[in-house]
DNA sequence: GTGAAAGCGCTAACAC
DNA sequence: GTGTTAGCGCTTTCAC
């Protein structure tokens, strides 16, 4: 059995309540007393159970992050950055996984309910957008790089649109005018948005939209094999590649080289987000990068004041930037 | 304000423990009363507090992961796996990382302490084998894939030291005699016992050892790079290489095709835990695979029965197996 | 089958 | 500066 503040009380011989004051430094305690105090915590090996104290005090000191699955490794940094900045404001991350599973998400966020968690951090969700007002009501939570229309839930994320037209307007810069575009089926309003700003570069630069261009799928880089092989097919062929993601950009590059493309200048491929395997991958791929870090330090702060009465709502965009590798290189 | 135990109780027309007797369904109920309450559960949209429960009932159901980073992905597979196996167990498992930093990992173990959760499973540990063998003594710990010598906590695990052995035994049946082997310099003990693989592996070939066929740096693909740059410098090149981690593999090949080499059945490259970038990666990269998903759900499962007063210590191995791609094939 | 009441470990108002 | 005490929301023993 482990001591309790009674216990240390006993051994101090002082009552609870200055135990309590010595443990959270909330009122004036004598020299004298408080080594006593500190003298009898050390001689049980107290540690103050926080069950007790989260009831007590309604809090729990633990903001939950919910990632769709782990297998992104991009989330890695944002994560660092939400961990580092919650310290900082005395809370704790912890990560679960959705599996874009409805009942798993639900099942976790009904921990703000329960009270295990004070607050929840989304990055993607199943959720319908009535659901997710709904529960923004009653409790803290705010969504991560993944928007949703019609909601003015807090969302830190970058301007996918823009950051799609930045990607675009520079294969055009670099001579591209048949420019090919991997997505995704599922409609994820990140996607759409990159989608968006894909077909704004064009228009700008009097390149005419045609919708063939568009190869949508799955996720994985076995998709951006299809969309290789599905290019290569066309009449008139793209000589460059817009992929919302690095995975699928990954499957691009791989497809293409095998087909015999020489990836680079000539047969220009981006990403999307920047993860670890792109610098890594021969050629290595020029993609986008978002600010996880930053994303993460952010949404964890304005999350941390919102528990503390504010209320911040509504998009924070932070700045993206292009990273220049082989992919589009000249020889 | 939201509803508590005793509003329900009073809409109801029934006592607390009635509540919670139908919240639990810890004791018969007749049916009127049940349906009863489960109305005014409804129309209040009384959810339970869980940090009174929990406060009661002494437990959580809360177990914790500590992984160093997030960046290595093999690790979401085992993540999966602890998920869907707690759940059939009435746990939820939360993701936190370390940073492979001493006052991370002892802040997150504390939560241990002060019952913020049931117990921990620890991939990896920068924690010395004193401390942690003290901490198992009195709080539920695992650790899974990263063993540490001279404690009998409970670990889940492959047979590092074999799955080397097979590695190297499986270079050595397609032809090679000079292996070169790419490690850390910490001295990780999974990166130990697979040295040690490699050693008894050339041993039994009748293949004599030579130190500096092992690169020893850090774990990032640079490393591997690094590695390749070495290796093509000494006088009797090694003609195969297997590293301790697919990021050190993929260093590896990178910078080998860009010496020239040409990746395959006549200069072969193995890596080690498959994640998804071996298979991605051009050309695709043979490694040996650790059976996460099942690592994870064996040790969810051995860590909910040590919960409920079992006794599971020490290692426990589960089956890698070899996975062959490109990197060493005929072309 | 149901209720009364104690109490999990802690904090914080209030009294002195 | 310190102690007394109520009570956070829940479960569970013990009566009946």
């Known amino acids: 059995m482990e001591a309790t503040i009674k216990d240390v009380a006993k051994l101090a011989g002082v009552s609870v309540a200055t135990i309590s004051r010595v443990l959270n430094n909330s009122a004036a305690v004598s020299p004298e007393t408080t080594e006593k105090v500190n003298e009898a915590i050390k001689a049980l090996n107290y540690k103050p159970n926080f069950l007790g104290r989260n009831l007590r005090k309604r809090e729990t000191n633990v903001i939950l992050a919910l990632v769709p699955s782990t297998e992104q490794t991009y989330y890695s940094q944002i994560l660092h950055g939400m961990q580092i900045e919650a310290l900082n404001h005395g809370y704790d991350i912890f990560m679960s996984t959705t599996n874009s599973y409805r009942p798993h998400e639900e099942r976790l966020l009904g921990m703000l309910k329960n009270r295990t968690v004070d607050a929840a951090i989304l990055m993607g969700t199943v959720l319908d957008d009535v659901t997710l ?159 996880c870090f930053e994303i993460g330090k952010t949404v964890a702060r304005l999350v941390v004041e919102n528990i503390s009465g504010q209320n911040h709502k509504g998009r924070i965009c932070l700045d993206h930037r292009l990273v220049f590798r082989q992919s589009t290189e000249k020889k």
Chains 1, 2 share one sequence.
């Open 133 to 291: 007002s709904e529960l923004s009501k009653n409790y803290c939570i705010a969504l991560c790089c993944e928007p949703r229309q019609g909601s003015d839930v807090l969302t830190v994320l970058i301007d996918n649109e823009k950051a799609a037209y930045d990607a675009v307007k520079y294969l055009i810069s670099i001579g591209h005018r048949r420019i090919g575009m991997v997505s995704t089926e599922v409609r994820a309003p990140s996607s759409v948005e990159r989608e968006n700003g894909y077909i704004r570069a064009l228009g700008e630069s009097g390149i005419e939209f045609d919708e063939r261009y568009i190869f949508r799928d799955s996720y994985d880089y076995t998709s951006g094999m299809k969309a290789a092989e599905y290019f290569n097919r066309m009449k008139n062929r793209p000589t460059a590649v817009f992929a919302i993601s690095d995975f699928l950009a990954a499957g691009v590059v791989k497809k293409a080289t095998e087909l015999g493309f020489d990836i680079g200048r000539e047969f220009s491929v981006i990403g999307f987000d920047n993860i670890s395997m792109t610098e890594m991958y021969t050629p290595s791929i020029t993609t986008v990068e978002q600010p």
